[in-house]
């Protein structure tokens, strides 16, 4: 089941190879996969970026963007960057648009920096086990 989505910012121009690399660095930190991706998340100035254009097509992978406002209203990032405030006006890109492509979530991995990319990963919430699913009945 596909219950990760994966925040990316990155310098301008780098390559699709660049992005998977990252992206599968992270995922590694989580012992999880590509497989378990659902979508990957950014800041809509860049969506039309070759690398995470490139990366998202060749995995057949959503690519969600989102506004500096709404990157903004997520409020104080684990790791905010004043060079990522100073060019496009956010504290941060991967943390945030990885946790607003996928309401209720948690980060799982942290922003991550390599080679002039950033991935952070968030899991959508565990739902609770219902009981009685598994046979299993409530007693009074």
């Known amino acids: 089941m596909k219950t990760l989505t ?31 991706v659902s979508a990957v998340a950014t800041i809509e100035s860049k969506a039309h ?7 998202c097509a060749c995995y057949t992978l959503a690519l969600r963007t989102f506004t500096a406002e709404q990157i903004d ?10 060079a990522v405030r100073a060019k496009l006006g956010v504290d941060g890109v991967c943390e945030p648009c990885a946790l607003l492509a996928l309401p209720g979530a948690a980060l799982i991995v942290p922003k991550t920096v390599l080679d002039g990319v950033t991935v ?21």
């Open 120 to 140: 952070a990963i968030a899991s959508a919430p565990r739902l609770p086990r219902n009981p009685t699913a598994s046979g299993q009945q409530d007693t009074p």
């Open 6 to 36: 994966v925040g990316i910012g990155c310098r301008r121009n780098v390559s699709a190879r660049q992005i998977e690399s990252a992206v599968r660095a992270a995922l590694a930190l989580a012992g999880r996969s590509l497989d378990d």
């Open 73 to 82: 209203a997520c409020g104080d990032l684990p790791t905010p960057s004043s």
């Open 49 to 55: 970026e070759p690398g995470i254009a490139g990366f």
